[in-house]
């Protein structure tokens, strides 16, 4: 099972470009900086198809590796009733059409409701 959502190319100006792919989705998408305006804003900004916002990443380091990666989280009705997660990381070469960056889904247990919780 692959766990790839998205083939991303990082140009001068720090945006990502690609297509987010799933079973139900298929969209070209854009990670944009975020002029933040307070440190606990998000570092970047998620959208479809250029103007729909459907989530938003943040700069992380991998304890393990030491690697910078993004932790993106997407919501949109098309995505499900769930949000979705995922990392994008560099590649190490430019890959086929000049990708640099893999967009991988992080799965997530889902949080029990109330009513689960009581049961």
Same mark, same amino acid.
């Given at each position: 099972?692959?766990?790839?959502?998205?083939?991303?190319?990082?140009?001068?100006?720090?945006?990502?470009?690609?297509?987010?792919?799933?079973?139900?989705?298929?969209?070209?998408?854009?990670?944009?900086? @975020?002029?933040?305006?307070?440190? =606990?804003?998000? =570092? &970047?900004?998620?959208?479809?198809?250029?103007? &729909?916002?459907?989530?938003?990443?943040?700069?992380?380091?991998?304890?393990?590796?030491? @690697? =910078? &990666?993004?932790?993106?989280?997407?919501?949109?009705?098309?995505?499900?009733?769930?949000?979705? &997660?995922?990392?994008?990381?560099?590649? =190490?070469?430019?890959?086929?059409?000049?990708?640099?960056?893999?967009?991988?889904?992080?799965?997530?247990?889902?949080?029990?409701?109330? @009513?689960?919780?009581?049961?």
């Amino acid at each position: 099972m692959s766990n790839k959502l998205a083939s991303l190319t990082k140009n001068e100006k720090d945006i990502f470009t690609g297509t987010l792919a799933t079973m139900a989705v298929r969209s070209k998408i854009t990670i944009v900086p @975020n002029a933040k305006a307070h440190s =606990d804003q998000p =570092d &970047y900004r998620v959208f479809a198809n250029g103007t &729909y916002e459907i989530g938003a990443a943040w700069k992380k380091t991998s304890e393990t590796t030491g @690697n =910078d &990666y993004l932790s993106v989280k997407m919501a949109a009705p098309e995505l499900g009733a769930m949000a979705i &997660y995922a990392n994008v990381i560099a590649l =190490d070469e430019i890959g086929d059409d000049n990708v640099t960056h893999l967009m991988l889904w992080s799965a997530r247990e889902p949080q029990a409701t109330s @009513n689960q919780q009581a049961a």
